[in-house]
């Protein structure tokens, strides 16, 4: 079945930080197989983003002993450099970060990170944490999603925080309107139906 014939395809001048990518249903890579990404930065220099429908077995405390915090699980946010760690947080105040989309934020103060956990001052719901990123090279997002492996959509902080992983490409298709419905449901091998 070809994508790019289920939906219209997506616009390369939609690609900006703050957008979701939402990997179309049968996209052969296994690292990126039905992800959602929130799209961090994009320009010139290239694109990072988190994938955010990857969980992994790993507390934080798993990777760093020091902080006790057995509700602050870790994601795999890509397949590059998976050894770094990175936040994504409601909690500017707390931990500063840079401003991705209103009232969302990428990085911040590790060591105040730290402080918080172990004050117990935090909503564990607020903190999203991941090893790893997502990135491409300068032209190389563009050129993927001129393909039909991307769809580009609108962000909700919901998604990032409450949606559960198993759940996330399912409502973030279903969310880009009625027609994007047939998508949701289909089976990772429409072959074997």
């Known amino acids: 079945m070809d994508f790019l014939n289920i939906h219209k395809q ?12 939402i990997a179309e249903p049968f996209l052969g890579d296994p690292n990126f197989s039905r992800v959602v990404i929130f799209l961090c930065d994009h320009g010139d220099d290239g694109s990072v983003g988190f994938i955010l429908n990857k ?11 020091e ?7 870790v994601s795999q946010g890509g397949p590059v450099q998976l050894d ?22 990428w990085g911040g103060s590790y060591e105040a990170m730290q402080d918080m956990i172990r004050d117990n001052n935090y909503d564990p719901n607020d903190l999203k944490l991941f090893l790893g990123y997502t990135g491409w090279s300068p032209g190389q997002l563009e050129k993927e999603v001129k393909e039909g492996s991307w769809l580009i959509s609108g962000m909700s902080p919901e998604l990032i925080f409450e949606t559960q992983a198993k759940q996330a490409w ?10 994007y419905q047939v998508l949701a449901n289909m089976p990772l091998n429409p072959q074997l139906n």
Do not use: F
């Open 55 to 65: 969980p992994t077995d790993l507390a934080l405390g798993d990777l760093v002993p």
């Open 67 to 73: 902080i006790y915090a057995p509700s602050l699980m």
């Open 84 to 105: 770094t760690l990175h936040m994504l947080h409601r909690l500017p105040s707390k931990l500063g970060g840079n401003e991705i989309i209103n009232g969302i934020y």
């Open 170 to 179: 399912k409502d973030a298709v279903k969310s880009m309107g009625k027609e």
């Open 10 to 21: 997506a616009d390369v001048k939609d690609l900006k930080a703050g957008q979701l990518l």
